[in-house]
Every structure is written in C-alpha cells, then in structure tokens.
C-alpha cells in the first residue's frame, strides 16, 4: 500500500493530500529513509513522522485498504510521541 493511503486509512494523517505533502516536505521515514508519498508501506515497518514535536514513532502491524474508524488504531503500535 502507499504510504500516503496509509497514512490516512491509519488515520494518522487525516486527509490523504496533507500525507502526500508531509512526504514530499521530507516530514516522513521509513526505517530511516526519506519516503516519497508513493513508498510501499508493509507490516513491519518503522515509520517516523517530524509533523509534531516531538516526532511521531510508529510501527506497522496491519495494512488493509479498509478499516472503521474505531479500528484505525489496530493497525499500528506507538513507540515514541
């Protein structure tokens, strides 16, 4: 999946046009990568996100295309805010 899907079907980034921006700001990073709003995201990647301070740290457990809103949270785990 995009990174920039993602970011909104996690509902980590609310509008998918504000995660494509954050990617293309260099804001976001996969396993300690620069990523492109493009980047393929897979279980297991550490993404980082310098929108907030101090940066956001997840982890990714799920991708799937869909997902209800009380759910969002399931597809990932938070290891540093």
């Not at 976001?28 to 990523?35: E, L, M, W, Y």
């Not at 492109?36 to 996100?49: F, N, P, Y």
């Amino acid at each position: 999946m995009r990174l920039d899907k993602y970011l909104k079907v996690a509902r980590i980034i609310k509008r998918r046009t504000i995660a494509r921006e954050a990617c293309d700001k260099g804001l976001v990073v996969i396993n300690g990568k620069t990523a492109k709003a493009g980047s393929e995201v897979a279980v297991g990647d550490r993404l980082t996100l310098a929108i907030s301070q101090p940066p956001l740290e997840v982890e990714v457990l799920q991708v799937t295309e869909h997902v209800k809103k009380e759910d969002a949270d399931s597809l990932y785990r938070l290891i540093k805010e």
